[in-house]
């Protein structure tokens, strides 16, 4: 069970790597398509299956993250931050999946122990990759916001989690991953984010997409 934990907390540790090389209301547009590989991994695995919905918005999805990826006025290419945010989404989904697997063999509250306990040796094989140097944080409003976070976060895979016990991945996953609707608004207000009219419309269509996987 402890296996579990371990693995399913990877995508904790890869989250902030990922969002900092690109505005949030980006990279976390793109993040949010993670459900794309939950819901293959599961269909393959755990005899879920695919609805005509599901497919199509695996379709919208992946359209709408060249638009995401496009700046304005320039040709299309491939750029470092779109990689980094696709292969993020590529562990995220992975961690959903290994949840649900675990959880179709342990209880909820033993599983959220060996998630608990997981943490530890992540964070220790990511300081092994990551030789930056730590730094005590000063006690800013950046700092509190850190603590917020940090303290919100958890309690969303809690709730993510529960529902994997109670339902199918192939829709928990999904619906989780609106989120970007709330984020790209909130980092508009408050982080003063811009957004070209590509991009705009990839949003829109990578949210779509993926309430379309809810479907």
Do not use: C, H
């Amino acid at each position: 069970m402890l296996l579990f934990g371990f693995l399913a907390n990877l995508p904790n540790f890869v989250f902030p790597y990922i969002i900092q090389k690109a505005e949030i209301s980006l990279s976390g547009t793109v993040l949010a398509t993670y459900p794309i590989y939950t819901i293959i991994l599961s269909v393959l695995f755990l005899s879920e299956r695919l609805t005509a919905f599901q497919l199509f918005g695996i379709l919208v999805i992946i359209f709408g993250m060249f638009f995401v990826a496009k700046p304005e006025n320039e040709k299309f290419y491939i750029s470092t931050w779109i990689i980094w945010t696709i292969l993020g989404s590529v562990v995220i989904g992975l961690g959903d999946f290994i949840g649900k697997v675990a959880l179709t063999k342990y209880e909820l509250n033993s599983f959220l122990l060996a998630l608990a306990f997981g943490s530890i040796p992540s964070l220790l094989i990511f300081r092994i990759f990551d030789r930056s140097p730590i730094k005590l944080p000063k006690l800013t409003s950046n700092f509190r916001a850190s603590i917020i976070g940090n303290f919100i976060m958890p309690m969303g895979l809690l709730s993510l989690y529960t529902s994997f016990s109670k339902g199918p991945a192939s829709l928990s996953s999904p619906v989780a991953s609106t989120y970007p609707a709330i984020t790209v608004v909130l980092a508009y207000l408050y982080l003063k984010e811009k957004i070209n009219r590509n991009q705009f419309v990839g949003i829109i269509m990578v949210t779509a997409g993926v309430v379309f996987l809810g479907l």
